[in-house]
C-alpha cells in the first residue's frame, strides 16, 4: 500500500504534533507537581532540588518542555481561533508560524540560563 | 502516444491484492479513461463506477497514488509517478469489489445528519424570496456544490479512527441547510450534529478540504456547526 498522501500535508502533521505535544505534557505534568510539592514541603528539599536541576541536561529538558508547551498553546490557540472567528486562509502557513515561534521561545529560555 | 504506463489496480474485495497492468500512454488521458482501458482490452471483469465523465455526479473517486480524488477530471500526466500509477477504491468505506467502493455508510451519514430540506411551507404558498447577499444565503452558496463524490470522506482520518463520526460531507451538507432560511427542521439537526459523532469530533485538519474536488471547505462548514450547536446549547434548545 502507498503512504497516504494526506498524512504528508502540513495541517495533518500540525495535528500529529498537537496530539504528541499534548500527551508528552500529560506526561510530564506530574514531574512538574511534584518539584512544586517539594518546594512547598521544606526548604532543604527544595534546596537540593534546585542543585539538581543546575544539572546542564536537566535545564535542557526543560527547555525542551517550555517549547512542547509553548507549540502545544500555540497550535491550540489557532485552532480555538480557526474554530471561533471569522475563517482565516493561510493556517499552515500559521502553523509554522507557531513551530518557530516556540522553538524562539525555547532558545531564549536556553540564552537565560546558561 | 509516448510508451507504456504501468498501472497497479485493486482486484478483489476487502482482501484482494494489486495487479499491474501494462497501458499505452496518450497525450491526454484522464485517470478513468485508463481504468476504462484496462476494463475493455485487458479484463471485462473488472468492476469500477463513473457515470458523467465531467466532474458532475462525483460517482468516480478512487484512491490514486494514495490520494483520493476524482478520476473523471485528473489527468494522468500530473499525478503519474515514476511511469507508475496505483489505483485503488476509496478509503474509510467497505470494498465491493475492485475500484468500487461501498458508498452506503457515507449517504446513510448524510440521512444522520439530517441532510435532508424539510419544508416550512406548502405549495400553495407563495415561493420565498431570499436575497442573495444576505449572511445566510453567502454562508449556504460557499458549502453547497458538493457533488457527493466521497473523496473528503476517505481523506479524513476522524473517519478512519471513529466509526460513529459522520464526516466531512455530510456534515457540510447540514450546515448549507442551517443557513437555508426556508428549512423548518434546524432544532433536530442541530442536535443530530452535537451527537457523539457529530461536528465535535472534528479536529480541523483540514484534509476535507485540501481534497475536496470543488474546493469547498467542510473544515469551515463544521467549525461553523460548532458554534451554532454551542449557542443552541446555551440556549437550552438542544439537550446534551
Ligand atoms: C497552554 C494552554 C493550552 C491550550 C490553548 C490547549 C489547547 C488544546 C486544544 C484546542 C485541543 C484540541 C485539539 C483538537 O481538536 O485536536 C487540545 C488537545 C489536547 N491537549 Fe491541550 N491545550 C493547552 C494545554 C494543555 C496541557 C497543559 C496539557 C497536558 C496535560 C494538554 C493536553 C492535551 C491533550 C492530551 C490533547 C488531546 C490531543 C488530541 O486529541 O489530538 N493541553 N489542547
Ligand atoms: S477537518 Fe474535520 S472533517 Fe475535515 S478532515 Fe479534519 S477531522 Fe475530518
Ligand atoms: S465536500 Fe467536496 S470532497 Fe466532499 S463529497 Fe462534497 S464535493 Fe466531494
Ligand atoms: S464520472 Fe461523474 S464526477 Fe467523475
Redesign the pocket.
Known amino acids: 500500500m502507498t503512504l497516504l498522501a494526506h498524512r504528508t500535508r502540513p495541517l495533518w502533521i500540525a495535528?500529529l504534533v498537537?496530539?504528541l505535544s499534548?500527551?508528552a505534557?500529560?506526561v510530564f505534568?506530574p514531574f512538574h507537581f511534584l518539584a512544586l510539592g517539594l518546594a512547598i514541603s521544606g526548604e532543604a528539599q527544595l534546596e537540593s532540588f534546585l542543585r539538581w536541576s543546575e544539572q546542564p541536561l536537566v535545564k535542557m529538558s526543560e527547555a525542551v518542555l517550555l517549547g512542547v508547551?509553548a507549540i502545544?498553546?500555540l497550535g491550540?490557540?489557532r485552532?480555538?481561533a480557526l474554530e471561533n472567528l471569522a475563517w482565516r486562509e493561510g493556517q499552515a502557513r500559521l502553523a509554522l508560524l507557531a513551530v518557530v515561534a516556540a522553538m524562539a521561545v525555547a532558545f531564549a529560555f536556553l540564552a537565560s540560563v546558561f | 502516444m509516448a510508451g507504456m504506463l504501468t498501472v497497479s489496480l485493486w482486484r478483489g474485495g476487502t482482501e484482494g491484492r494489486y495487479v499491474d497492468y501494462d497501458v499505452p500512454m496518450r497525450e491526454t488521458q484522464t485517470v478513468l479513461d485508463i481504468v476504462t482501458w484496462v476494463q475493455r482490452n485487458c479484463d471485462a471483469t473488472l468492476s469500477y463506477r463513473f457515470a458523467c465523465r465531467v466532474g458532475m455526479c462525483g460517482s468516480c473517486a478512487m484512491t490514486v497514488n494514495g490520494r483520493p480524488r476524482w478520476t473523471c477530471r485528473t489527468h494522468v500526466s500530473k499525478v503519474v509517478s515514476r511511469g507508475r500509477l496505483t489505483i485503488g477504491p476509496l478509503e474509510n468505506l467497505p470494498v465491493i469489489k475492485d475500484l468500487a467502493a461501498d458508498m452506503r455508510p457515507f449517504f446513510e451519514k448524510w440521512q444522520q445528519a439530517k441532510g435532508r430540506f424539510a419544508p416550512s411551507k406548502t405549495r400553495s404558498d407563495p415561493i420565498e424570496r431570499i436575497a442573495p447577499d444576505s449572511a445566510a444565503r453567502v454562508a449556504a452558496d460557499a458549502a453547497i456544490e458538493c457533488i457527493n463524490c466521497g473523496v473528503c470522506y476517505s481523506a479524513c482520518d476522524t473517519v478512519r479512527w471513529n466509526g460513529d463520526y459522520l464526516g466531512p460531507a455530510a456534515l457540510n451538507r447540514a450546515w448549507t441547510l442551517l443557513n437555508d432560511v426556508r428549512d423548518a427542521g434546524n432544532v433536530e439537526r442541530l442536535a443530530a450534529v452535537a451527537t457523539d459523532g457529530g461536528c465535535h469530533a472534528c479536529?480541523?485538519h483540514q484534509s476535507c478540504q485540501e481534497h475536496c474536488p470543488l474546493a469547498l471547505n467542510p473544515t469551515a462548514s463544521i467549525a461553523g456547526l460548532k458554534r451554532r450547536t454551542a449557542q443552541a446549547y446555551l440556549r437550552g434548545e438542544i439537550k446534551p
Do not use: E, Q, V
Open positions: 495535528a498537537h496530539r499534548g500527551l505534557l500529560a505534568l508547551l502545544h498553546m491550540g490557540l485552532l480555538l | 479536529h480541523s
